[in-house]
């Protein structure tokens, strides 16, 4: 029952073994990673047609003071304090329309994106090509097994069956030989396929 409820678990249908294919195939994974890198290089030469603004704020203040003494020999002095503050704040902009080198660069990143993208379509068209080739070819092999399974039951019985007229005197014993190595023949053949569906798998 374990048994049977585990190959159950495992069983996938064609599109399970393309949707794991596709998450965990190293060289798609590489290759959506190549496509989004030169999207951001797409997008970083496209920013080279936006306007340039700059801004810049300065802030000072300073503080003076006077000092004052009467010559007439008063001991009096008198302090004149003044603060000084200044802002300024500048703002530029520019935008160069005439650097054909910036359509040029644009141009380049645009068609390496597109190249990038074909490369992770054919990459996805391939991988899909071959599992469809492989589990198909799995399930021929599971196909012949049981062929092969019913071909043995049949050669053995035959093999009762002349047997039993041997022991009657209907039958030679080259007969009885012959459907040996039959049988015998159709339980390799059975072995071999058995081995081909496991490796397939």
């Known amino acids: 029952l374990v048994a049977g409820v585990a190959a159950q678990a495992a069983e996938l249908t ?18 959506r990673g190549a496509e989004a890198l030169a999207a951001a290089g797409k997008r970083s030469a496209l920013g080279a047609f936006l306007p340039q603004i700059s801004a ?12 004052k003494a009467s010559i007439a020999g008063s001991p009096e002095m008198s302090f004149d304090d003044q603060d000084n503050a200044s802002k300024s704040l500048s703002v530029s902009g520019g935008m160069n329309l005439l650097d054909f080198t910036t359509f040029f660069d644009y141009a380049a990143a645009k068609a390496d994106h597109a190249a990038a993208r074909l490369d992770v379509i ?3 068209q391939d991988l899909i090509y071959g599992v469809k080739t ?8 599971d196909e012949n097994v049981a062929v092969l399974e019913e071909a043995a039951k049949r050669s053995e019985e035959q093999l009762k069956l002349i047997q039993s007229k041997f022991d009657l005197g209907s039958a030679s014993k080259s007969d009885v030989l012959k459907q040996k ?11 071999r396929a058995r ?7």
């Open 181 to 191: 190595v039959q049988f015998g023949n159709d339980k390799l053949e059975l072995l």
């Open 195 to 201: 081995n081909g569906v496991t490796t397939a798998s």
């Open 14 to 31: 064609l599109d399970d073994c393309i949707s794991l294919a596709l998450k965990n195939r190293e060289s798609i994974i590489r290759a």
């Open 122 to 124: 054919a990459s996805e």
């Open 56 to 67: 810049s704020y300065n802030w000072s203040k300073s503080k003076t003071t006077d000092i």
């Open 134 to 141: 492989a589990y198909f070819a799995f399930l021929a092999a």
